[in-house]
């Protein structure tokens, strides 16, 4: 069955520290991942895709598909960071997207 | 650019009544999809668009589920006998054949 994890609900971490955004997938195919965000009171939006190998506001993540992981890493974290991040998956086509739970990441000054 | 206005916003309505929630594109796009999401959990896939029709509504908890998008622009999710258990932000999104989803603002449904 097709799932999306993020077992983190919060991490806390403060200014300039690493931050890591866990996420594992179980798809039976070959998977688009990408990882949303929604700051406070606005809509949710796209970070990032994996398809397009970017970085996006100091964000990256990586394809694993042997651990089947999508990991969201930021070497130094802003305060402006802080926001709930959703990590997503669709098969080839686009016609439905799996979202994880979220975690909500809260940079402290 | 792409943006999605949902209404209501908030909706607060009593157990057995009927709602529609409704969703309008600004720009053109074929695909439109309906999320479900409750308090502390990640949205849920409810159905997906193709134009006017549904290509996938496997997401659709139960009959008394449905959603219609006439015209191909705006879409309305239309739930009968409302229960408690449907209280949740219903998210609409539009978009792009390179994945990216474009979301509204959401409607805040509250079941008494």
């Known amino acids: 069955a097709q799932r999306v994890t993020q077992p983190e609900k919060l991490l806390s971490v403060f200014k300039g520290a690493p931050v890591e955004l866990k996420c594992n997938y179980s798809y039976s195919g070959s998977p688009e991942l990408f990882w949303y965000v929604q700051y406070s009171r606005q809509r949710l939006q796209l970070l990032l895709r994996?398809?397009s190998r970017e970085s996006i506001k100091g964000f990256t993540a990586d394809l694993n598909k042997g651990e089947t992981s999508f990991h969201l890493k930021k070497p130094f974290a802003q305060e402006e960071d802080s926001a709930m991040y959703y990590c997503?998956?669709?098969?080839?086509?686009?016609?439905?997207?799996?979202f994880g739970s979220g975690t909500k990441l809260n940079v402290k000054p | 650019g792409a943006g999605v206005s949902q209404t209501p916003s908030n909706k607060v309505t009593e157990k057995g009544k009927y709602v529609e929630l409704r969703c309008d594109p600004i720009s053109g796009h074929t695909a439109l999809y309906w999320y479900r999401q409750s308090l502390g959990q990640g949205p849920e896939f409810l159905i997906y668009f193709q134009g006017t029709g549904a290509a996938d509504d496997s997401g659709l908890p139960n009959d008394r589920f449905f959603a219609v998008r006439p015209e191909g622009s705006v879409s309305t999710l239309k739930i009968q006998r409302t229960e408690r258990g449907d209280s949740a932000v219903y998210l609409c999104?539009?978009?792009?054949?390179?994945?990216?989803?474009?979301f509204g603002e959401g409607s805040r449904l509250t079941v008494l």
């Open positions: 997503a998956l669709s098969g080839g086509g686009f016609n439905k997207f799996y």
């Open positions: 999104a539009v978009g792009r054949n390179t994945g990216e989803l474009f």
């Open positions: 994996h398809i």
